[in-house]
């Protein structure tokens, strides 16, 4: 029995197959239509997709996989720097190395004052780092513009943005003059020496952005304490459970994930999934309509054919199949076209990279990379080819059901 209808299966799809055939120009245009539309849902599915991928490493590798400070550092505004600071940052650091998720813990001290040259003074956003341990795990998050990256073993140097640095004349060798509130609420200032420069890639960031190492900070602040703990893991999907243990085993303090604190990654997520979601449906609308329009054509062309084969005993339903067939064929093709037109150009564009232009907000470019995700290709081409099938089928609906001497008799 199922050799029986796998046999009349394929007899179908090849009767369909030939029905298509009867007008090639016909055919070619609406699998040309099909494939171009398939091959733009792939490339704009893949340049969110890999647009995502890169903005969740960006901030993965900004802050650390997961941030653990205590749970008023993330929701309430300080009186005095570092009032809600963590204090037995050894401890704790050994506590999460102890994690076999865990690859390195990074402490941060972040804080606001004034930086001088002697003749201008300017707000600085600065951050106090180790150095070493800072730049081996997070990679080329910087650019170096000039002198050279501070160290861990060396104190009282600091790196400028680059738009800070012009703005105070500054460059590697420079004195400069650092003026805060201490933890205690007190002012205090540091003479320290300018070793390097450095970019974004974000200019309104270079214009206030100051880096020193984690001791040089702490001695201006007046304390011991730290800011955040950044925890960097082996791997990021390792993300959630990681949160989970090291929540339950740091009761007192808040774990949170990258996630938590990429506020401009669900900004732009949210954003491209409605763009490129309106886009695709758009595009499929189009496609829907193509084929409809292909089978609508092809219908009243042969509704006398079809008076004909009802009269000789074929079923309704049998009718109805074929033109879904023929939509399979059509919009099959189609999507298979599309799908290796995307295909290649996604693997061309890495061979031969193409730069895009700086978006809003940065100064320097990225690389387009379209990402080649096997779900996307084959969530598209199965809803493509369903749609396709589906249109097919309504339409000759209509004209199979029709009686039999009003279609032998249609002109």
């Given at each position: ?121 300017t707000v600085m956003i600065a951050a106090g780092i180790d150095p070493d341990a800072e730049f081996a795990v997070k990679g080329p998050f910087l650019t170096l513009t000039g002198g050279q990256l ?250 199979v059901h029709r009686p039999v001497v009003d279609a032998l008799a249609h002109v």
């Open positions: 029995m199922n050799t029986h209808r796998l046999t009349s299966f394929y007899a179908w799809l090849k009767f369909a197959w030939l029905n298509t055939l009867r007008n090639r120009r016909r055919s070619a245009v609406t699998i040309s239509i099909a494939a171009l539309g398939t091959a733009a849902i792939l490339l704009a599915g893949g340049f969110a997709l890999s647009t995502y991928t890169a903005l969740a490493e960006s901030s993965a590798r900004g802050t650390g996989h997961l941030v653990v400070a205590r749970a008023a550092q993330f929701g309430q505004d300080e009186d005095t720097p570092l009032q809600h600071g963590m204090e037995q940052v050894a401890e704790l650091k050994a506590q999460l190395l102890a994690d076999p998720a865990v690859r390195s813990v990074l402490p941060g001290v972040d804080f606001n004052g004034l930086i001088s040259n002697g003749d201008k003074s501070i160290t861990s073993d060396e104190r009282g140097l600091v790196m400028l943005g680059e738009g800070l640095a012009r703005s105070l004349k500054a460059t590697p060798g420079s004195s400069l003059t650092l003026l805060v509130s201490t933890a205690e609420g007190a002012l205090n200032a540091l003479d320290v020496t300018v070793k390097g420069t450095f970019s974004t890639g974000v200019p309104d960031i270079d214009k206030r952005l100051v880096y020193t190492d984690l001791a040089t900070a702490q001695k201006l602040l007046v304390t011991e304490r730290v800011s955040r703990l950044g925890v960097f893991l082996a791997r990021m999907d390792a993300t959630d459970a990681t949160q989970q243990r090291l929540q339950a085993l740091l009761p007192g303090l808040k774990v949170r994930t990258w996630l938590d604190e990429a506020f401009f990654y669900r900004s732009v997520r949210e954003l491209y999934n409605r763009i490129f979601g309106a886009l695709g449906l758009i595009i499929g609308v189009i496609v829907v309509f193509v084929v409809t329009n292909a089978m609508a054509m092809a219908i009243i062309e042969r509704t006398r054919e079809i008076g004909t084969l009802r009269a000789m005993g074929t079923l309704p339903g049998q009718l109805v199949g074929s033109f879904a067939l023929e939509g399979l064929v059509l919009g099959g093709l189609g999507t298979l076209v599309g799908a290796l037109l995307a295909l290649g150009i996604s693997v061309a564009l890495l061979v031969f990279p193409v730069a895009m232009p700086p978006p809003p907000g940065r100064s320097v470019g990225y690389p387009l990379i379209i990402e080649i995700a096997p779900s996307l290709y084959a969530l598209t081409l199965i809803a493509m080819v369903s749609l396709a099938m589906l249109a097919s089928a309504l339409v000759a609906r209509r004209t």
